[in-house]
């Protein structure tokens, strides 16, 4: 049968190669356009969700916030990271290299925990270790693993009083979690640092745990979103609290507006297209069917049963799609290939702007496989259901 | 008895009126050849179609071919039981041959035997040798005479070793020096093959002259229900004797 159906593509060749050229034509460009929107707008969703900035909500006035409002921000499924903030006025410190004398350099101590976006790198900090920006590092000559004093000076009754903390330098920040100089902490340190200065805490006071400092009310928060799409919905439902917030809320909701209008536009364009090819592809075979309906007629007559003589129309199909769909990703991918580096590092930076996978090639392949199949089997059903007497008839 | 028929009938579209072709009584012995003649139209290629299982009959009392009850099988729509008859038991000649154009002479003579899944190569060169086609089998029919395509059918026809061949007009489309050498041509292989042999034809004497047994084919006019009607009758010997 295979052997029967190869023959008659091959002795038609011509015609053969025309199908898979006609096919390839109508499908090359859907498939290129399939890369362009898997490259620019997948490109821009990746480039945004990479940022840990965009998915950042922080509130930016100090309120009593209850633990409550934690515990609630912390189950909401939308917010994949919230860590509690102390008042802006309390969060410096002084930093020391003791390896270098009078080294002290003034930072910014902001607040860290388990899983923090900004540092991916640094699980599970301890009380006693500090996460500095690249900038800080450099200007006290320190390196990870290095220790590291931390200070705090408070004037009382007129008496100045200082609190040390020895620790180490954990790791440095990415350059997207701090430009400027900063120290990264648990919550038990930034407390500290609150309590020392507002007289709650002596000199020889030691952080607590994470557990009890979760316990206290605190100024404020940052927290980040789980996905892109969260981030406006929660910025509008904070403020609608009362909790002044700051995010790039505006941003996000018009990236996430083009992202959408893109993708209809490409649903559009490529249902369209898509639907066209399938018709041409199916009218094609169907057509050759009905050509060979004599052909069939007479096999059906020598005594080759009906499936077999579905099969015939199914092979050939199959190889024109086949053949086709090869045919036109081969034509895509040297398309992308030039409009890759025709665009290169400006539309998409340095993501290319096309892009096309293994997965999309199975998927083209498929998709014609199963259009060629349906339309060749309807045909064939119609050209089987003809009585065998046609090929004597006719002859 | 190869074929048996009895009170058999299919109406049909001819040319003009409606036409009913009715077989009262048809038997065919194993090995048996025959003509049947009547003028073009009288229903002999719609009785070959019935007899080559490829057309149901309206009505049958009895349809009986190598053993096997063919009008059960067609109430029953056991298509594919009777395309298995037709691969393994029939051969047909058709008008013009017939011929698959994209597969070689010797592809369109093994096409029966692949079919019927009875690949036999030695017998596919004897059938080209007897019929002066060896020569051919490598060619495409497109390069073939007319003459030499009808014998290419011949063989094909017989190739699988079938019970029956049936050839519709096979005379029509050749030279008329040809028509009698293709009509004894294909008495003498199937004697040969053992086959028995069924010839429609239009030219009864061209039959008779090349050896033929002749059934000519009864047709009445219109009658009270303007139905026009060709009948074909021919109970076995031993029955009407």
Request: aromatic share 4%; net charge positive.
């Amino acid at each position: 049968m295979l052997r029967l159906a190869l023959a008659d593509l091959w002795h038609e060749r011509v015609l053969f190669l025309c199908s898979v050229l006609g096919c390839a034509a109508v499908l090359a460009p859907l498939i290129v356009l399939f890369g362009l929107r898997e490259g620019v707008v997948a490109g821009l969703r990746a480039e945004l969700l990479e940022d840990p900035r965009a998915r950042e909500v922080v509130s930016v006035v100090n309120r009593t916030l209850e633990p409550a409002l934690f515990e609630r921000l912390a189950a909401d499924p939308r917010v994949a990271f919230v860590v509690p903030r102390t008042r802006a006025l309390s969060s410096t410190i002084v930093l020391e290299n003791p390896a270098r004398v009078a080294s002290g350099l003034r930072v910014e101590l902001l607040p860290t925990a388990a899983r923090d976006p900004l540092l991916p790198d640094s699980n599970g900090l301890g009380a006693d270790a500090l996460v500095l920006s690249a900038t800080a590092l450099e200007r006290l000559g320190l390196r990870v693993g290095d220790p590291v004093l931390a200070s705090v000076p408070r004037s009382r009754d007129g008496q100045r009083e200082v609190l040390t903390l020895p620790m180490s330098v954990a790791g440095a920040a990415p350059l997207s979690a701090a430009t400027r100089d900063a120290a990264f902490a648990t919550l038990p340190v930034l407390l500290l640092v609150e309590d020392f200065l507002d007289g709650a805490a002596g000199p020889q006071a030691r952080p607590t745990s994470e557990d009890a400092a979760r316990t206290r009310p605190f100024a404020g928060f940052r927290l980040h979103a789980a996905r892109l799409e969260d981030v406006p919905a929660l910025d509008r439902e904070l403020r609608l609290t009362g909790i002044e917030v700051a995010s790039r809320a505006e941003a996000v909701a018009g990236l996430l507006r083009l992202d959408r209008n893109l993708a209809l536009l490409f649903l559009a364009l490529a249902g369209a297209g898509g639907a066209g090819y399938l018709v041409s592809l199916g009218v094609g075979l169907w057509a050759q069917v009905e050509r060979k309906r004599r052909d069939l007629a007479l096999l059906s007559l020598l005594g080759l049963k009906r499936r077999a003589l579905l099969m015939l129309p199914l092979i050939q199909a199959s190889a024109v799609a086949l053949m086709g769909a090869l045919c036109a990703f081969a034509v895509a991918a040297a398309v992308a290939g030039v409009l890759n580096r025709a665009f290169a590092g400006t539309v998409a930076g340095e993501r290319p702007v096309c892009l096309l996978s293994a997965a999309m090639g199975a998927g083209a392949a498929g998709i014609t496989l199963a259009g060629g199949v349906v339309a060749s089997m309807l045909a064939g059903l119609r050209a089987a259901g003809v009585a065998p007497a046609e090929g004597l008839a006719e002859g | 008895m190869l074929l048996s028929l009895r009170g058999v009938a299919r109406a049909y579209r001819g040319d003009a009126a409606p036409f009913a072709l009715e077989v009262p009584a048809f038997d065919l012995d194993e090995g048996e050849a025959l003509a049947l003649a009547g003028p073009s139209g009288s229903g002999k290629s719609t009785l070959l179609m019935m007899l080559a299982l490829a057309a149901p009959p309206d009505a049958a009392e009895r349809f009986v071919f190598a053993g096997q009850d063919i009008a059960r099988h067609w109430r029953a729509g056991r298509r594919d039981a009777l395309a298995e008859l037709r691969a393994r038991r029939v051969g047909v000649v058709p008008q013009t041959g017939g011929l698959l154009s994209y597969l070689s002479v010797e592809g369109n003579i093994a096409l029966t035997q692949r079919i019927a899944g009875r690949p036999d190569v030695r017998r596919v060169r004897l059938l080209a040798e007897e019929l002066g086609i060896a020569a051919q089998l490598g060619k495409r029919p497109a390069e073939l005479s007319v003459g030499q395509r009808q014998r290419v059918a011949i063989a094909r026809a017989l190739a699988h070793r079938p019970a029956l061949v049936l050839a519709d007009e096979p005379t029509a489309s050749v030279h008329p020096e040809l028509a009698d050498a293709v009509l004894a041509l294909l008495k003498r292989e199937c004697a040969a093959a053992g086959a028995a042999l069924l010839v429609a034809t239009h030219d009864p004497d061209r039959a008779a002259r090349a050896g033929y047994p002749v059934l000519a084919c009864e047709t009445r006019a219109p009658g009270t229900d303007g139905i026009a009607r060709s009948i074909f009758a021919r109970a076995s010997l031993a029955q009407a004797a």
